[in-house]
């Protein structure tokens, strides 16, 4: 079956409402994707049919809801190929992901002088954890840089990486610029100097077919809110040895095996990593989130980003005043339009757009660093997904010359 | 919320501010500076005033941002000249006021151009942006007094 928008999107209820009287135009899907109807359905149903804790009872709902949560443990590995389910632990999203690995691992592995590098591209949450965690282990921080078209400079990367290197720490694609990075270069040289790569998915997972067994990171995190699934529900890839030679991340029940008056004993991976009750209606909707994504297949979802990336940078860029961040070969970049016009501060262009029903983010996108780097104190941003069409592409087109007349009158 | 009235937020006046604020720049003889930002997105202000004798002398600001922010800041410093402590704080409530839908407040001659950013009311999520250099304002007056 062809790909088709205006169908898919009939699949998204929260797309069909009108916003200040003007139909919805939803491009904010970088901050957080919309649902569609199946993963709703597959919350209630739980909650409504399923509903028991997990891997504690011997009665018959408990059985159900540890086997559709184990289910979807299962799916949510193989949509990213990893060789095992075990290998995928169950987080809040990308940004408890990122902080698991920062103090299990790094706490453990991390000493004076070594050093962990990270790139002036990422979003605070793959930037914020490792600060913390060097503060506490004195490990220093280092940059990779951005050239002027936020990509990342690569050209001394073998020199910037040296034995002192624990570990590299980058994002998969950008969500304030879209850049697309090189991850399997950056992995092989990274793996050269003996250090470990964690990749940052939260944007990459959404709009890359991920295979973490060609990728080479050793920790790959990402969250569902951003494709299709829940908020509260995300995930850590990591191969088992790895995981297995970590510390837990939080004590509590779920991730023992022995509890003692003086110690414990640890539950097997992935569970040492869960701690309490997880979020099972969350996993069982990220685990309906990829079957959905599975059946459109990801070659269609990103092929029809890209037609659409294209439509939109002609467009956009024909308007007088417009700036457009990230790399020029759309071939490097996502669907991600981040954007300043003419001397419209961001926010005053999104609370326009906002009243001719387009959603757009506007601010630093949690990425100070980048707006330093190109020294700006905000941007807008139009990012677009599965469920987007070229007509909310015309439609952001309009709604930007409502900002030119009146910043320009 | 069906249509909202752009109009009554971009007026040509707050526009007109924000490309030629008022008392944008250095004030070398100021008593105090108050440093406000909003994080979320990126708003700036430094509010530098001279305070003599418990009246405002001059008021001056730095920064950056939106309209809303930059021309609230510009024609706030443009009604403080000459105002006694009591009469800034007095000026900074009413304002507060107005941006909270007090339609009384907002009939407040004394609000000067500042009532052109009566409509900021109507979208909620602007209305920060418009008090940035009012809150700026009202530590400085706080921060005077406890001096005295």
Not at chain 2, 113 to 121: F, I, K, P, Q, Y
């Amino acid at each position: 079956m062809s790909f088709d928008a205006e169908v898919v999107r009939r699949e998204f209820p929260t797309l069909d409402q009108t916003v200040h009287g003007k139909p919805l135009v939803y491009l904010d899907s970088a901050a957080t994707s919309q649902k569609p109807r199946v993963v709703i359905d597959a919350l209630s149903d739980y909650y409504e049919h399923g509903n028991a804790n997990v891997h504690r009872g011997i009665h018959e709902l408990s059985r159900r809801a540890t086997v559709a949560y184990e289910a979807a443990r299962e799916k949510v590995a193989n949509w990213i190929n990893a060789v095992d389910p075990s290998e995928l632990v169950w987080t809040k999203g990308t940004t408890e992901a990122i902080n698991l690995v920062a103090t299990s691992w790094g706490l453990d592995n991390l000493g004076e002088g070594d050093e962990i590098l990270l790139t002036v591209m990422e979003h605070h949450a793959n930037l914020v954890p490792w600060q913390i965690i060097a503060g506490r282990t004195g490990a220093t921080l280092r940059y990779i840089e951005l050239d002027d078209q936020g990509r990342l400079v690569l050209d001394d990367l073998d020199s910037v990486l040296t034995d002192r290197t624990k570990l590299v720490a980058v994002t998969h694609v950008s969500n304030a610029l879209g850049t697309i990075n090189p991850i399997e270069r950056i992995a092989e040289a990274t793996h050269a100097a003996g250090a470990l790569l964690l990749v940052d998915g939260a944007q990459g997972a959404v709009h890359t077919k991920v295979d973490v067994q060609s990728l080479g990171a050793d920790f790959y995190v990402f969250s569902g809110h951003k494709m299709c699934g829940p908020t509260g529900i995300g995930a850590l890839w990591a191969r088992k040895d790895l995981l297995e030679a970590m510390s837990p991340y939080q004590g509590g029940g779920e991730m023992i095996q022995f509890v003692h008056r003086d110690h414990s004993t640890w539950a097997d991976v992935p569970h040492k990593f869960e701690a309490g009750t997880p979020n099972i209606a969350g996993a069982i909707g990220l685990g309906a989130a990829v079957d959905f994504l599975g059946e459109i297949g990801m070659d269609a979802i990103v092929a029809h980003e890209r037609e659409l990336l294209a439509y939109a940078v002609e467009r956009l860029e024909a308007i007088d005043g417009f700036r457009l961040f990230g790399p020029t070969a759309l071939s490097e970049r996502s669907a991600v339009a981040s954007f300043v016009m003419g001397d419209a501060h961001p926010h005053d262009i999104s609370t326009i757009l906002d009243a001719e029903g387009v959603a757009v983010r506007a601010g630093h996108h949690c990425a100070q660093l980048v707006m330093k780097h190109f020294e700006v104190a905000a941007t807008a941003r139009a990012s677009f997904y599965l469920y987007n069409t070229t007509d909310d592409v015309d439609r952001l087109v309009d709604a930007l010359g409502v900002v030119r007349k009146i910043f320009t009158a | 919320m069906t249509e909202v009235a752009l109009n009554s937020l971009y007026q040509q006046l707050i526009l007109e501010h924000y490309r030629s604020p008022r008392n944008k720049g250095e004030l070398p003889e100021k008593t105090v500076e108050i440093h406000m930002a909003n994080p979320v997105c990126g708003d700036e202000i430094r509010l530098q005033l001279r305070i003599e004798g418990g009246r405002i002398e001059e008021a001056k600001f730095v920064g950056q941002g939106c309209s809303i922010s930059q021309a609230a800041v510009s024609m706030l410093t443009s009604k403080l000249e000459g105002r006694s402590l009591d009469d800034a704080e007095g000026l900074a409530k009413r304002f507060t006021d107005m941006m909270h839908g007090d339609e009384e407040a907002a009939k407040d001659r004394d609000l000067g151009d500042l009532r052109a950013l009566a409509g900021v009311s109507k979208f909620p999520v602007r209305i920060k942006c418009a008090l940035l250099g009012f809150d700026a304002l009202q530590e400085a007056l706080k921060e005077t007094t406890g001096d005295e």
